[in-house]
């Protein structure tokens, strides 16, 4: 059994202690996915705070099928986009934003990279190119790269989450991770010969 | 099997989704084309570089906030009631 089960079996006997577990095992990505999908860290802040209080009243319509943090995933992911749309109330946001060629996308940068690239930058300064660069890919490859490659979830979770059809997240992760590899070259390649600090 | 004919089963080829067939033909384009060959090795590192490293940091002291904020919103509700309401 899963020991977020038990977390949750005691929070509806009424143990908040087991809630302030569950809160602090889970904030780092709960406050990770919605920066990702908002782009905003007010944003990102609230939807920590509603997404937990959400979880809390709703407990029982958990029913243990799948994992609590998949579920509780499916509850900031759908406070993120109900933001992201009232921020751009203007005009009307939809996951298709962005994406609607369907003309894949043809790689241009065929360098190798060193085999730890990563290593040549600074944690903030490597963190700051990953942010910027993600930044740049439209929303609605953003939102099925980071649920399916940094959170980990599968290509159906990822499409059930975000209203796509399972070939709308495989199209989109592809041109997403192609693009993210493309720009990212760039860095990794220029630190490859660039002088020490 | 061509390069664009290649892309378009990279994901699959990541998942391990691929008909065994599929996946020799995939295999064998990448031994024989070079600029096939980096891109699936720079787009793996590229997925782990985004999983290995912390994009976004939250402070302790932010965290701290957060948590108290919403123990403190939890506060004399009962857990999962909201189909009572």
Redesign the interface.
């Known amino acids: 059994m899963h020991p977020d089960v038990a977390l949750v079996a005691r929070?509806?006997d009424?143990d908040?202690h087991a809630?302030?577990q569950l809160?602090?095992q889970y904030?780092?990505q709960v406050?990770?996915i919605a920066?990702?999908i908002t782009q905003n860290r007010e944003d990102?802040?609230d939807i920590?705070?509603d997404a937990?209080?959400k979880a809390?009243?709703?407990?029982?319509?958990?029913q243990g099928n799948s994992k609590f943090s998949t579920w509780l995933i499916r509850i900031a992911v759908n406070e993120s986009l109900m933001r992201l749309r009232k921020r751009k109330n203007a005009r009307t946001v939809s996951m298709d934003e962005d994406v609607q060629t369907d003309e894949?996308f043809?790689?241009r940068d065929?360098?190798?990279?060193s085999p730890n690239?990563?290593q040549q930058f600074g944690?903030s300064e490597?963190?700051d190119i990953?942010?910027k660069t993600?930044q740049g890919l439209p929303e609605g490859f953003r939102s099925v790269?980071v649920l399916r490659?940094?959170e980990?979830l599968s290509?159906e979770e990822t499409a059930e989450m975000l209203g796509l059809s399972v070939p709308a997240v495989?199209s989109r992760?592809?041109r997403a991770?192609?693009q993210?590899?493309e720009r990212?070259?760039r860095h990794f390649k220029q630190a490859k010969g660039a002088p020490e600090k | 099997m061509t390069c664009?004919e290649f892309?378009?089963q990279?994901?699959?080829y990541f998942?391990g989704k691929l008909a065994a067939d599929l996946e020799a033909e995939v295999r064998t384009h990448m031994g024989k084309c070079?600029?096939c060959e980096?891109?699936v090795?720079?787009?793996r590192?590229?997925?782990e570089?985004?999983?290995?490293?912390?994009?976004?940091?939250?402070s302790p002291s932010?965290?701290e906030r957060?948590?108290a904020?919403?123990?403190s919103?939890?506060?004399g509700?009962?857990?999962?009631?909201?189909?009572e309401e």
């Open positions: 929070v509806r009424g908040t809630f302030e809160v602090r904030d780092r406050f990770r920066q990702h990102a802040e920590v705070q937990f209080l809390y009243e709703k407990l029982d319509q958990f894949g043809i790689p065929f360098a190798d990279w690239p990563e944690q490597l963190a990953l942010r993600i790269f490659d940094v980990n290509t495989k992760l592809l991770r192609l993210l590899r990212l070259s | 664009k892309l378009a990279l994901t699959d998942d070079g600029h980096v891109v090795n720079t787009t590192k590229t997925i570089v985004y999983r290995n490293n912390e994009v976004y940091e939250i932010l965290r957060l948590c904020a919403i123990m919103k939890c506060k509700k009962k857990p999962g009631c909201s189909s």
